[in-house]
């Protein structure tokens, strides 16, 4: 029969005292009431504006407020919460769009907008009156423009800066403000025709921006610092 050697002993010796600790076999805890305190799901409303180009080719470069009035958003985010002041988890973005550009006299075009992606906050006082945060997104952005006989779709990366307060207003229930500045790239454009359909990547690429704000409620169990 094989011996382990003596390094190899220790490991394993210290790996099961490690796994048999209390301190590793706790279940996570949860709220009275049965809410997980490493859970947190919230939903947005908001409005968001839009700034910059879509793209830059000539002859005539197409901005994003040329074709956009604005977004009236939903914001769906279950968010993973590491310790008290830290929260990662994915987003997606849900919007009705108010259109700019006319596809005949005195009707503005349809069009649309999708996001998604992942994100990290900061809580900076979680056990407060007011639970001011702030964090970074990472998303993929898709802006659609339904014109006579074609859908056009631009999409590319984007990233955010985002900063909010939620109240508790009793138990797991809070709710509060938020502000967010997107930026980004469209780096492809697929158009799609009665013909056909075809998809290119965008040589010159346009800066742009979307600004929003609006409410945040959050269902999430009261943490400490």
Known sequence: MQTLSRPTA?????LSLFVSSPAFAEERPEQEGGFPTWLALSARGGYFIPGG?????????VYLYEVYKGLFSVILEPTLRIGSHVEVGPWVQFSYAQMRVQCAEDQACKGGNFRF??????????????DVWSGLSLGYDKSSIHVPDAD???????????AGGDKNFGGNFWAGLFLGVTGGWYDT???KLPTGSGSE????????????FGVRIRLAAPLST
């Open 189 to 191: 454009l697929d158009v």
């Open 117 to 130: 992606g992942l994100q990290a906050n900061y809580h900076w006082i979680p056990s407060g009156p007011v």
């Open 53 to 61: 180009g879509m793209e830059d080719t000539p002859p005539e470069p």
């Open 152 to 162: 056009i779709t631009y999409s590319g990366p984007d990233f955010t800066l985002q």
């Open 201 to 212: 990547k965008l040589r010159e690429r346009a800066f742009h921006l979307w600004i929003g």
């Open 10 to 14: 220790q490991v394993l010796v210290l």
